[in-house]
């Protein structure tokens, strides 16, 4: 595996770099205004969901309807590019394709499993999938995609990262 390689195939698309951080830095600072929270307490990331503009529309739509509570990542692809793992309580901000800020989610669960012990009653909280089936697939080819980028190969025991959150924040 190759450290600090960045993926295009990320599900999370980090945005820390380029004009769009004075949007998001307003953003956030409107956040903590509005929530009344600390105004020392900084964001863990700022992200789209997915590699394309049509998936990463979808997801943020599904996201911001409260349907899509939840999102799977490679542990290798955190360990290959070196990103800390979510942990509760952490709060990211997402963006469209554009990097416009919509919404901050603050991190409510992480698991880690291997890929085979999903079972629907977990990847349904994803919304994006009617079945396992479904979901498998996707994220199989996902995972192929991801790994041919990062250097490291899919397997269905590989170790997975299941992040529940909640939308906290709607601009």
């Keep these: 595996m190759q450290p600090n390689k960045k993926s295009k195939y990320k599900l999370y698309y980090h945005y820390n770099m380029g004009l769009k951080m004075k949007n998001v830095d307003e953003f956030w600072s409107e956040f903590l205004v509005k929530t009344n929270k600390d105004c020392s307490i900084k964001y863990t990331d700022c992200f789209h969901f997915h590699s394309t503009k049509e998936w990463v529309d979808k997801l943020l739509k599904l996201v911001l309807s409260g349907q899509k509570q939840a ?15 979510p942990q509760v309580g952490d709060c990211s901000i997402v963006t469209d394709w554009e990097g416009n800020p919509n919404c901050v989610i603050e991190t409510t669960s992480v698991i880690i499993l291997p890929f085979n012990e999903i079972t629907y009653d977990i990847c349904k909280r994803e919304g994006e999938d009617d079945n396992l089936d479904s979901w498998r697939e996707g994220h199989t080819k996902f995972f192929i995609n991801e790994g041919q980028e990062l250097g490291y190969s899919f397997s269905e025991c590989m170790p997975v990262v299941f992040e529940d959150f909640k939308v906290v924040f709607i601009k």
Excluded at 71 to 85: D, P, Q, R, V
């Design 71 to 85: 999102t799977t990542s490679s542990l290798y692809a955190y360990e290959t590019e070196g990103n800390k793992i």
